[in-house]
């Protein structure tokens, strides 16, 4: 059984916007601060955004302002409202635990172009 199930991604033009959902299992959803992730082309994968049990909510400088994460307790369902999407944020999108074990899902292509 996948315990991260990625969806929402697509292809946008510069500007645009994007919300990413992710089906967690719910043994671990709501113990565990979860994160969402990235892998540009032909780099490693980073993280983009991190939230507690209780909500709490940190980005890197990259994103902040432009990506929000959430999370819904009773459906063990994971967001990331994303705006203003520049070709930069081209990747695929995954979410996981805040410390990856290292089980991954298949991930979501998100493609920002023209």
């Known amino acids: 059984q996948e315990r991260f199930v990625e969806s929402g991604g697509g292809l946008v033009q510069p500007g645009g916007s994007l919300r990413l959902s992710c089906a967690v299992s719910?043994?671990?959803?709501?113990?565990?601060?979860l994160s969402w992730y990235r892998q540009p082309p032909g780099k490693p994968r980073e993280m983009v955004a991190s939230?507690?049990?209780?909500?709490?909510?940190k980005y890197p400088s990259a994103v902040k302002g432009r990506f929000t994460i959430s999370r819904d307790n009773a459906k063990s369902t994971l967001s990331l409202q994303m705006n203003n999407l520049q070709p930069d944020d081209t990747a695929v999108y995954y979410c996981?635990?805040?410390?990856?074990?290292?089980?991954w899902g298949r991930g979501t292509q998100v493609t920002v172009s023209s």
């Open positions: 719910g043994n671990i959803f709501s113990r565990n601060m």
């Open positions: 996981n635990l805040f410390s990856p074990d290292g089980d």
């Open positions: 939230i507690t049990p209780s909500g709490n909510d």
